[in-house]
């Protein structure tokens, strides 16, 4: 599996970001062999109000996932992954204490509120 997704906010350059499946290869003299590295798939999208996380791993229980966040980042640690960390950083801030994870099918989904001052307001002209 591969894929891609376009992040463009307002008065930036648009952000390109892969993910997907396909093995690495390195080449040792003339023999090409896939890597050991394996990338999870880690896509994280915006609604009006809320930041959304997900997360593809397979063959990890709920029991081995271990979060933290803080206002602009995910930590995610799984246990029994050789130490695997993925150290997500979030479009917008947010407030950690929303947060809501839930795990299904090898998918991790985290959401969060938007932090009070990123919501856009609208402003009256008199």
């Not at 050789?82 to 795990?103: H, I, Q, T």
Request: proline share 6%.
């Amino acid at each position: 599996v591969y894929g891609f997704s376009i992040i463009h906010r307002p008065g930036e350059d648009p952000e390109l970001r892969e993910f997907g499946n396909v093995p690495e290869y390195s080449q040792n003299e003339e023999t090409f062999f896939p890597s050991e590295t394996k990338e999870h798939l880690i896509d994280v999208f915006e609604s009006e109000d809320m930041v959304h996380v997900l997360a593809e791993f397979p063959e990890v229980e709920k029991e081995d996932l271990l979060l933290q966040a803080t206002a602009q980042h995910l930590e995610i640690k799984v246990l029994g992954l050789s130490g695997y960390s993925e150290d997500v950083e979030l479009p917008v801030r947010v407030n950690p204490e929303s947060a809501k994870a839930s795990y299904k099918n090898g998918v991790l989904e985290v959401t969060f509120r938007r932090s009070a001052e990123e919501k856009p307001v609208e402003i009256k002209v008199n």
